[in-house]
């Protein structure tokens, strides 16, 4: 699924009860341990998801979403786990005042900070894309854009180039800092 010349992301799958079940797990070749990250399920009234996995240096970046009926009918969070040890080393569920959200992109540095791009939904009216980070610089949000607008973030144009984050918004390159 992802490899790097240190580690790689990989899937098994199974069954949980009749129910197909697909795990992911990452290592490192070094260390030599499967961590589990999260799995891709299907129940009678939600799903489970794994999406975007990086991985950079000692560490597995992904994003979990969980779908389910309702007007907004999702929840997600970005996970960055050390596969040195297996200990999770950030964890951001959505925004505390914000609605569910879904995440459509994601980067990870070796150094453990991640960003994403989230589009949050608020019932009742119009939703946004936003650039979240965690890193040096603690939680917070690099750029918003109004969903749908001309001023929309594009959801899937996160890019990284050392410590420099990319992104388009309105049809330009946007950049910010990820220390």
Same mark, same amino acid.
């Given at each position: 699924?992802?490899?790097?010349?240190?580690?790689?992301? *990989?899937?098994?799958?199974?069954?949980?009860? +009749?129910?197909?079940?697909?795990?992911?797990?990452?290592?490192?070749?070094?260390?030599? @341990?499967? *961590?589990?990250?999260?799995? $891709? *399920?299907?129940?009678? =009234?939600?799903? $489970?998801?794994?999406?975007?996995?990086?991985?950079? /240096?000692?560490?597995?970046?992904?994003?979990?979403?969980?779908?389910? @009926?309702?007007?907004?009918?999702?929840?997600?969070?970005? +996970?960055?786990?050390?596969?040195? %040890?297996? +200990?999770? @080393?950030?964890?951001?569920?959505?925004?505390?005042?914000? /609605?569910? @959200?879904?995440? %459509?992109? #994601?980067?990870?540095?070796? &150094? !453990?900070?991640?960003?994403?791009?989230?589009?949050?939904?608020?019932?009742?009216?119009?939703?946004? =894309?936003?650039? +979240?980070?965690?890193?040096? &610089?603690?939680?917070?949000? #690099?750029?918003? /854009?109004? =969903?749908?607008?001309?001023?929309?973030?594009?959801?899937?144009?996160?890019?990284?180039?050392? !410590?420099?984050?990319?992104?388009?918004?309105?049809?330009?390159?946007?950049?910010?800092? #990820?220390?």
């Amino acid at each position: 699924m992802v490899a790097t010349d240190q580690g790689r992301i *990989f899937t098994v799958r199974s069954r949980l009860g +009749r129910r197909p079940v697909t795990f992911y797990f990452g290592c490192l070749y070094r260390v030599n @341990e499967a *961590f589990a990250l999260g799995r $891709d *399920f299907r129940g009678r =009234d939600f799903m $489970d998801t794994v999406r975007h996995a990086r991985l950079a /240096g000692p560490y597995a970046g992904y994003a979990v979403t969980s779908t389910f @009926e309702g007007p907004c009918g999702s929840a997600a969070e970005v +996970r960055v786990k050390d596969l040195r %040890t297996g +200990r999770m @080393e950030q964890r951001s569920p959505g925004a505390a005042q914000a /609605g569910p @959200e879904r995440i %459509t992109d #994601l980067e990870l540095k070796p &150094n !453990s900070s991640v960003a994403w791009i989230a589009t949050t939904c608020v019932p009742g009216r119009a939703g946004g =894309d936003e650039v +979240r980070a965690i890193d040096g &610089n603690g939680r917070r949000t #690099l750029d918003t /854009g109004l =969903d749908g607008g001309a001023d929309d973030v594009l959801g899937s144009s996160l890019a990284l180039s050392g !410590s420099t984050l990319y992104w388009t918004k309105g049809g330009v390159a946007v950049s910010g800092r #990820l220390s």
